[in-house]
């Protein structure tokens, strides 16, 4: 079966310091991967996507994920956090060939960061 | 004005009562879907449409149902609440080719 594990529930982090929130998926030969951010009292919106290509996927607000296809990870990071990135991380997999119709998201990475 | 709506925003609703939330989109997109997001628990599927034609179940879908309108419409029912369907309820959509998903604000229940 399908799964998206974020190990880790909750990132404390001190501001402009580097952070990386880490997400594993079963393997498949094919996927989709995302990352969405939510912030407190919001919807989700995407900070980025690997569907093919280059493994290194840059995303808005300074985030980038990798694609580590023999890991089967897809850990999001950033160099330098600001208070503002405060928020809930998912990550997310859809899975192929032929299914890419469906999203399993993992279970969320609250990130806080303290000034 | 937002590509997707959701209406209520908030509910609080007694046990055994029915509920319908609703979702409203402005991309033309045929896909649509229904979470629920659970601390600890992420966002799980709980139905999924691709057209008006096609209802598809997720993972949990005991105790819901929906219905598709119109390509812009997909509400779902709680046919008699329970409280342990307190919960935030998340819509969205997706394009022809399934690399992003749209989501609404929410809509957060409490079942009393």
């Known amino acids: 079966a399908q799964s998206v594990t974020q190990l880790d529930s909750q990132v404390p982090v001190f501001e402009e310091a580097p952070v990386e929130l880490r997400c594993n998926y079963s393997s498949s030969v094919s996927v989709y991967l995302f990352w969405y951010v939510q912030y407190p009292n919001q919807g989700l919106q995407l900070l980025l996507k690997?569907?093919?290509?280059s493994t290194l996927v840059k995303g808005i607000n300074g985030f980038e994920a990798e694609f580590n296809k023999s890991q089967t990870s897809f850990h999001l990071r950033k160099p330098s956090v600001h208070i503002s990135d405060t928020a809930e991380y998912f990550c997310?997999?859809?899975w192929g060939p032929g299914n890419f119709n469906k999203f399993y998201f993992g279970s969320g990475t609250k990130l806080n960061v303290k000034p | 004005d937002a590509d997707v709506t959701q209406t209520p925003r908030n509910r609080i609703t007694k046990t055994g009562k029915r509920i319908m939330l609703e979702c409203s989109q402005t991309k033309g997109h045929d896909r649509m879907y229904w979470y629920r997001q659970d601390p600890g628990l992420g966002l799980r599927l709980i139905y999924y449409?691709?057209?008006?034609?096609?209802?598809n179940k997720g993972e949990i879908s005991d105790g819901y149902s929906v219905s598709r309108q119109a390509q812009a419409k997909f509400s779902l029912s709680l046919e008699s609440a329970i409280p342990n369907q307190t919960a935030l309820y998340f819509c969205a959509t997706s394009g022809p080719n399934y690399n992003e998903q749209f989501f609404g604000p929410g809509t957060r229940l409490t079942v009393l």
């Open positions: 690997y569907l093919s290509g």
């Open positions: 449409s691709f057209d008006v034609k096609d209802i």
């Open positions: 997310a997999v859809s």
